[in-house]
């Protein structure tokens, strides 16, 4: 099964350590079988990061939901107990996991689910009411990978055959320019240069890895004693 992830970046290698807690199945990495939805989040992401958003594509073994050794919960519509596991999911006073599932499939709540879930909290509405609500509301459609072993049933679809380490360009603009990681990260990722580096036609991917930091070192207005 085709499945997308829309983020600001293009996702190349899947990293627990930037996915965050208190989502709707706890922290992974969720994707969607729902390309409209991915887009909407690829969009509204980059917003937030100054550029169109990506949605990177991968291949799902829908195999995995029942022939593999993973511990699977699918919530096929919005019930009673894809609502309480939200809830539960939710809750910031949790400090550890609630669950301990390497896939969770089902419904998202989004922003408007979310504040009516809210409601439900402070008991403005009650539990059926909330459900019947949600009857009337479009298909949504998430899967959480929520352990480093259930990516085995996950791979990006338009992987490249990149020469470039990307985590090296990282480290040398960490080193070189006493950049903080996580804008190093941005920095690279967000850059012209990856966008270029991860199209295989421009055939930049084959240059020398000192060319290539050169071109990213020039577009972020970044000077370098080795190239005067």
């Known amino acids: 099964m085709k499945v997308y992830h829309g983020s600001y970046v293009k996702i190349n290698r899947i990293d627990f350590s930037k996915c965050k807690s208190y989502r709707d199945f706890g922290k992974g990495f969720y994707v969607t079988k729902i390309l409209e939805q991915a887009v909407y989040w690829a969009e509204r992401r980059g917003r937030k990061n100054n550029n169109k958003g990506f949605v990177t594509e991968f ?3 829908e195999s995995a939901f029942e022939n593999w050794d993973f511990n699977v919960i699918r919530f096929n519509n ?11 999911n939710r809750n910031q006073n949790n400090t550890v996991p609630i669950h301990d599932y390497d896939i969770v499939e089902g419904p998202v709540a989004n922003d408007d689910v979310a504040k009516r879930v809210d409601d439900y909290l402070d008991d403005a509405v009650s539990k059926s009411d909330f459900l019947k609500e949600l009857k009337f509301r479009n298909p949504t459609h998430q899967i959480c990978l929520c352990t480093h072993r259930s990516l085995q049933a996950i791979k990006p679809i338009d992987k490249k055959m990149i020469k470039t380490d990307d985590d090296s360009m990282i480290e040398s603009l960490m080193s070189e320019w006493n950049i903080a990681e996580d804008k190093a990260i941005d920095m690279y990722y967000t850059s012209k240069t990856y966008s270029i580096l991860i199209d295989e036609s421009t055939g930049l991917y084959k240059k020398p890895y000192v060319e290539i930091y050169h071109q990213l070192l020039q577009e972020l207005k970044l000077k370098n004693n080795i190239f005067k």
């Open 59 to 61: 291949e799902f073994a």
């Open 78 to 88: 919005y019930t009673e107990e894809w609502l309480d596991f939200i809830v539960e």
